[in-house]
T-cell receptor, first 115, second 114 residues
Framework: GAVVSQHPSRVICKSGTSVKIECRSL??????MFWYRQFPKKSLMLMAT?????????EQGVEKDKFLINHASLTLSTLTVTSAHPEDSSFYIC???????????FGPGTRLTVL | GDSVTQMEGPVTLSEEAFLTINCTYT??????LFWYVQYPGEGLQLLLK?????DKGSNKGFEATYRKETTSFHLEKGSVQVSDSAVYFC?????????????FGKGTLLTVNP
């Protein structure tokens, strides 16, 4: 139980284009989803927290106009990297939790490479 | 604010050796504590958790005890295997906040040699 999927697992795009990453909770209703970024050999950096039906709350220093987050249903959240640049290349990981739970369950991650 | 400190890696062990990865925390409230494991190129998997003082979390031969008096949650395994090679993250969850955000340690890379 508590499975979270991400799609795509890898994406390569050209500089200036936008990329959408999906995060799905497969067997539970995710009232809260989180988006993280991980640099090589580093810990996870929380980018934003989203509650279903509400606007996402972004961490300090994260550009909300560049990293668009939508949490339209209890099983799906999307992260869109707009006008991507090479410095946006990274490993993006989502997680989800259900109402009242203190545990986050993580997706397998998406490797974004911007050329 | 909340913080998690875990021992710097990398840690290199031979198969069947005993493993300890130290983790200490500071928190304003009464957090839940977690160990997550990340295999190369993958997301994080929950390894074990504990929600109150003196609780012991255990899974796959790993265990950790929530020590409130020493604010610690050290990870141990009696006999490691090559397949245990991964990065291990200690984390706490702020149960006082409405979204249960996680605060992570920096991660410890474990390599187990045959």
């Amino acid at each position: 139980g508590a499975v979270v999927s991400q799609h795509p697992s890898r994406v390569i795009c050209k500089s200036g284009t936008s990329v959408k990453i999906e995060c799905r909770s497969l067997d539970f209703q995710a009232t809260t989803m989180f988006w993280y970024r991980q640099f090589p050999k580093k810990s996870l950096m929380l980018m934003a927290t989203s509650n279903e039906g509400s606007k996402a709350t972004y961490e300090q220093g994260v550009e909300k106009d560049k990293f668009l987050i939508n949490h339209a249903s209890l099983t799906l959240s999307t992260l869109t990297v707009t006008s991507a640049h090479p410095e946006d290349s990274s490993f993006y990981i989502c997680s989800a939790r259900w109402d009242g739970a203190d545990t986050q369950y993580f997706g397998p991650g998406t490797r974004l490479t911007v050329l | 604010g909340d913080s998690v400190t875990q021992m710097e890696g990398p840690v290199t062990l031979s198969e069947e050796a005993f493993l300890t990865i130290n983790c200490t925390y500071t928190a304003t409230g009464y957090p839940s504590l977690f160990w997550y494991v990340q295999y190369p190129g993958e997301g994080l998997q929950l390894l074990l958790k504990a929600t109150k003082a003196d609780d012991k979390g255990s899974n796959k031969g790993f265990e950790a005890t929530y020590r409130k008096e020493t604010t610690s949650f050290h990870l141990e395994k009696g006999s490691v295997q090559v397949s245990d090679s991964a990065v291990y993250f200690c984390a706490l969850s702020d149960r006082g906040g409405s979204n249960y955000k996680l605060t992570f340690g920096k991660g410890t890379l474990l390599t187990v040699n045959p």
